[in-house]
C-alpha cells in the first residue's frame, strides 16, 4: 500500500463525528453501501427554502468513511445542493486528478485533509461513499 492515509488530521475528523446518529422525522434519508469494503451510511435531512436545515449520519465503516461523513456533516446545515455538489468535485478532483493539474481552491478547507488517499484509488469510494448519500437524500428530498 502506497503510503498512509490514516494521518492525524482524518483520526481527528472520524472521532469528532459531527452530527452522528439519526434524525426523528427526516423530509429525506438514503443509505448507501459498498459492498467492496462494507461501508454503510445513512443520511437524514429536514430541508428549507431549498437549503439543509437539519443533518444527520450514521456510519458503519472504515476511518476514511468516517471522517468523510463528519466533515460534510460539519458543513451540510445551510448548504444547497449545488454547494454539497461543488464540495464532491472539489474531493473528486484531490483524490483523482493529477496533482498538477489541481488548483488550490475548495469549497471546504478540511477536504485537503484527505490527500494522503489519493495514491490509494481503493479508498477513494471510501471518502465519497458520504457524498453519494448526502446527493441521493437530496435528490429524493427535490422529488
Known sequence: ?????YQAALKAHAK?????????????SATVDNPLCGDRITVDLKI?????ADFAQDVRGCLLCEASASMIACHA????AEQVAQARAAMETLLRAPEETENGARPW???????PVR???????????????LEQALREADG
Open 1 to 5: 500500500m502506497a503510503g498512509n492515509p
Open 48 to 52: 428549507e427554502n431549498g437549503r439543509i
Open 109 to 115: 478547507d478540511e477536504i485537503a485533509d484527505f490527500k
Open 16 to 28: 469528532h463525528a459531527c452530527r452522528k446518529g439519526r434524525l426523528k422525522s427526516p423530509d429525506a
Open 77 to 80: 446545515v445551510g448548504a444547497t
Open 119 to 133: 495514491p490509494i484509488k481503493s479508498r477513494h469510494e471510501c471518502v465519497l461513499l458520504p457524498f453519494e448519500a
